[in-house]
T-cell receptor, first 112, second 112 residues
Framework: DGGITQSPKYLFRKEGQNVTLSCEQN?????MYWYRQDPGQGLRLIYY???????QKGDIAEGYSVSREKKESFPLTVTSAQKNPTAFYLC???????????FGDGTRLSIL | SQQGEEDPQALSIQEGENATMNCSYK?????LQWYRQNSGRGLVHLIL?????REKHSGRLRVTLDTSKKSSSLLITASRAADTASYFC????????????FGKGTRLSVIA
């Protein structure tokens, strides 16, 4: 089955720690995205990548970093510089920027 | 950068009734999309309507688009308890391969 997989489902971060969220897709999509969703809110774009080895900042990139070394994978690192990381993180992919996006089931990040 | 704004923020109806949600946006678009999100899950694409289309149907869903008013509506007919979810509109920009911008969503509760 084709799809997009995020792991882990729940993640806890200690003060001063970097954590990495995994996102893998087998849909052969060129574009991948990371969003942050706070309770009762919409999606805010953190980073996106339209092709391997290239990515762009979204609206709230500060305190986050990404890499796109393989077409299938787009991991997100939440660094210690992100002072309010508690949120629901969603990864998505699509063939092109304005085409329908397929989403993973999210990672919920909390602070210990 | 918020493009789409859904209205109302929350909607509660009885099973069997119709549910209408609206989306307004600010700039010209190539297409507008509607997504559904069940609690704690990723978004699921429902329907895409292009800027040269006025109405589109998919099962119990009916979407309209009025580009002169920069607005769209999503109608769910004969609603079911399983339709309980948040619904988001997403718009693209006319300037090439830019990512979608999501609104804050409408929370729909269908009471059995």
């Amino acid at each position: 089955d084709g799809g997009i997989t995020q792991s882990p489902k729940y993640l806890f971060r200690k003060e001063g720690q970097n954590v990495t969220l995994s996102c893998e897709q087998n849909l052969n999509h060129d574009a991948m995205y990371w969003y942050r969703q706070d309770p009762g809110q919409g999606l805010r774009l953190i980073y996106y990548s339209q092709i391997v080895n290239d990515f762009q900042k979204g609206d709230i990139a500060e305190g986050y970093s990404v890499s796109r070394e393989k077409k299938e994978s787009f991991p997100l690192t939440v660094t210690s510089a992100q002072k309010n990381p508690t949120a629901f993180y969603l990864c998505a992919s699509s063939f092109e920027g304005n085409q329908p996006q397929h989403f993973g089931d999210g990672t919920r990040l909390s602070i210990l | 950068s918020q493009q789409g704004e859904e209205d109302p923020q929350a909607l509660s109806i009885q099973e069997g009734e119709n549910a209408t949600m609206n989306c307004s946006y600010k700039t010209s678009i190539n297409n507008l999309q509607w997504y559904r999100q069940n609690s704690g899950r990723g978004l699921v694409h429902l329907i895409l309507i292009r800027s040269n289309e006025r109405e589109k149907h998919s099962g119990r869903l009916r979407v309209t688009l009025d580009t002169s008013k920069k607005s769209s509506s999503l109608l769910i007919t004969a609603s079911r308890a399983a339709d309980t979810a948040s619904y988001f509109c997403a718009t693209d920009g006319r300037s090439g391969n830019t990512p979608l911008v999501f609104g804050k969503g409408t929370r729909l509760s269908v009471i059995a």
